[in-house]
């Protein structure tokens, strides 16, 4: 059974977040940026699959808007419907809380998170050329 449990600041480097993200992204955040947005008080959510952690993701709320500022289900655990989960999850917690709009960003060159994206209701609002470093043109 998936759960979404509150992500405590001690768990970022006993659940070893970072190093499971690094085998999952060619980009991953490094612990102090998820110490950082955890301590700018984002919503910051574990995903787990029984005690296992499978993934998390970092939000950011401001009044009635919402911003997903990463999330990352670790390989293993990618491809068998934990990202949508995951994203639906999200997108309901948000209306609970009064957001009405919820954002992201993604990299051009990443096909997986841009599928999921659309199947979970995203629509492509602006595209920031050069935004990302190195392999995008976009």
């Known amino acids: 059974m998936i759960?979404?449990?509150a992500?405590?600041?001690n768990e970022i480097g006993a659940l070893t977040l970072t190093l499971l993200e690094a085998l999952a992204t060619p980009k991953p955040w490094t612990a102090n940026k998820l110490k950082d947005s955890y301590?700018?008080?984002a919503n910051c959510r574990v995903i787990k699959n029984g005690q296992n952690a499978i993934g998390y993701y970092v939000v950011q709320n401001v009044l009635d808007e919402a911003e997903l500022l990463n999330i990352v289900?670790?390989?293993a655990f990618q491809a068998k419907g934990n990202g949508r989960k995951a994203i639906m999850k999200l997108k309901c917690d948000l209306t609970e809380s009064?957001?009405?709009m919820l954002y992201l960003e993604v990299r051009a060159s990443n096909a997986i998170a841009k599928a999921l994206y659309e199947k979970t209701g995203f629509e492509v609002i602006n595209i920031r050329n050069n935004y990302y470093p190195t392999?995008?043109?976009n």
């Open 7 to 9: 992500m405590e600041r």
């Open 135 to 137: 392999d995008d043109l």
């Open 3 to 5: 759960q979404f449990l």
């Open 73 to 75: 289900i670790f390989r």
């Open 98 to 100: 009064g957001a009405t």
């Open 39 to 41: 301590d700018e008080s």
